[in-house]
């Protein structure tokens, strides 16, 4: 999701199928979340029973607003920024390097990207299959301090591209910044609104206009909030996390966020490309219509039909040696959500 205004927060409900389809396109959203659940002006936004949307061409109008998308190589530029285990860093590593793998087994994370690929810019030309891992950063002193704000997390973002030693490179046509904070890195509205958000630098602060995004590691802070299913929160009763497939909560948890953000960052990098909505402040993106769904039936508290290992270890797509939990996007062709361990496509 894009991060201009008030989002929604992430923990599981169940609703009947009465809401109304056309709330979600008036209200404004601020970033990825697991499980949009905040209630606003008393109305809870959540879809009910399936998010598929059958008849979802009446309600979901999603559309081209002729902005670029990113057709280049997209090369992906990393900040660890606080206090990371090289263990965590291969987990996520691991994700990135996976969505431009040929010989994942199925369904894999490689055919996830490949309904993202789905999407054109106004010549045609479709989002590009090529996503690499570029430079990294670490900013383990916490530079900005513990404490971050949106701004600040532009901040961040300078010092990374303009340090005198090994800054990471601009590349604002087919780079993308991702932030990473630590678990112990408190950043304004997470937890409380959103997990992760994207966005564009501003020149008056970094001096280039560079899509990026942030996701946060909610282990400490709202596992139950930002990494569900892989931990619950506490005032529900009776529901038990399951199992994750890379044995850190709180980084498989952000292996979602991370995919929802990047799908989104390659459609609508400069917010003037793929949404829904007629307000570009407010845009309803490709994997905001899809969230909480990483299997057939998904929808409300469901995640839908997910896949165990021999560990009992849950997942729905296969990476290079690792398996994940992904959410699914929208597919334009078919017009609902989809992903490569759906049960019915």
């Not at 291969?90 to 490689?110: C, E, M, Q, T, Y």
Request: charged share 15%; hydrophobic share 35%; glycine share 10%.
């Amino acid at each position: 999701m894009h991060q201009g205004s008030v989002g929604r927060s992430s923990v599981p409900v169940l609703l009947g199928l009465t809401l109304s389809f056309l709330l979600l396109f008036i209200t404004p959203v601020l970033g990825s979340t697991i499980w949009p659940h905040h209630n606003i002006n008393n109305t809870d936004l959540v879809f009910g029973a399936s998010k598929k949307f059958e008849g979802s061409s009446d309600f979901v109008h999603l559309r081209y607003h002729m902005g670029p998308v990113l057709t280049s190589n997209i090369t992906v530029h990393l900040i660890w920024y606080g206090a990371w285990q090289k263990s965590q860093k291969k987990i996520i590593r691991g994700f990135l390097n996976s969505i431009s793998a040929v010989d994942s087994k199925h369904p894999s994370v490689s055919s996830w990207w490949k309904t993202v690929q789905l999407y054109t810019d106004q010549t045609g030309a479709n989002i590009s299959r090529h996503v690499n891992v570029g430079d990294e950063k670490n900013d383990r002193f916490y530079s900005h301090g513990k404490s971050l704000t949106r701004l600040s997390i532009q901040s961040v973002i300078k010092s990374a591209v303009t340090t005198r030693t090994h800054p990471l490179p601009i590349n604002p046509k087919s780079g993308l910044y991702l932030l990473l904070t630590s678990d112990d890195v408190h950043v304004e509205n997470f937890c409380g609104q959103v997990c992760g958000f994207h966005y564009f630098t501003f020149p008056s602060i970094v001096g280039y206009t560079l899509p990026y995004a942030w996701v946060g590691n909610s282990a400490k802070q709202c596992p139950g909030f930002c990494a569900y299913p892989f931990a619950v929160p506490n005032y529900i009763p009776g529901l038990k996390p399951v199992k994750s497939p890379n044995n850190d909560a709180g980084v498989d948890g952000m292996i979602s966020v991370i995919a929802h953000e990047l799908a989104e960052l390659a459609t609508n990098p400069l917010v003037n490309a793929w949404y829904a909505g007629q307000d570009p402040s407010f845009p309803t993106e490709i994997a905001d219509l899809c969230e909480g769904i990483y299997g057939t039936g998904g929808g409300g508290s469901y995640t839908g039909q997910l896949m165990e290992d021999h560990d009992g270890a849950t997942y729905n797509m296969n990476g290079m040696r690792r398996r994940f939990l992904v959410q699914w996007v929208w597919n334009p062709v078919v017009n609902y959500c989809s992903g490569p361990n759906a049960l019915d496509q």
